[in-house]
């Protein structure tokens, strides 16, 4: 069985994230079968597009409610940028529904002085947790839509000009990222290391 499983709904960075992993030691599959995600120990969801299209695809796939029931038998998932934003209630991006694992919605950036960002930032960590043991860190940003940095579930946050989000979060055994591991060196490194011994508790 794969270390790890990445949800293929059709959107963008499968592929590095894949080869991220593989350099971190992991085994790693990735599957648009719902069968195959409810059978998983581990899950990932990629993430580069829009929120809407990632929701349309994951649903009709029957990818969304495999999902919802892992997080109901607390398998850990983590969420990569649109991945992250998909595991929340609702998004501003196409006004769309989300998975509903995460309370909260997605708004565009308010206070970027421009859009989309793109770049490095520091990542703070708000609180002690098994995924922000290596945090403060730099890691690469590509987004126009984010969680604030009050929201519950917030576990690290990020500063961008004015506006401050939540660049990581978590709640029981599903987690995200709004950065890109697979772009973010060696800070992206230690989070996919972490998140592939991360046991929720």
Aim: glycine residues 10%.
């Amino acid at each position: 069985m794969p270390d790890v499983l990445i949800v293929d709904y059709g959107g963008g960075n499968v592929r590095s994230l894949t080869a991220a992993l593989e350099r971190c030691g992991a085994r790693v599959a990735v599957s648009a079968d719902p069968g195959a995600v409810a059978g998983a120990e581990r899950l990932m969801v990629a993430g580069q597009g829009a929120a809407g299209a990632a929701m349309a695809a994951l649903e009709s796939a029957g990818l969304a409610d495999a999902l919802r029931d892992a997080a109901g038998r607390h398998v850990p998932i983590l969420g990569v940028c649109v991945g992250l934003q998909v595991l929340f209630e609702r998004s501003e991006e196409d006004d769309c529904a989300g998975l509903g694992l995460l309370h909260g919605t997605v708004h565009r950036i308010r206070g970027a002085a421009r859009l989309p960002h793109l770049g490095w930032n520091d990542v703070e960590p708000l609180q002690e947790h098994p995924l922000t043991r290596d945090l403060p860190a730099v890691a690469y940003f590509a987004h126009s839509y984010a969680v604030t940095s009050d929201i519950p579930s917030a576990l690290a946050i990020t500063r961008i000009d004015d506006a401050t989000i939540a660049s990581m979060v978590v709640r029981g055994s599903v987690a995200g990222a709004q950065f890109h591991p697979e772009r973010s060196a060696e800070a992206g490194r230690q989070l996919l290391t972490r998140f592939l011994a991360w046991e929720p508790a």
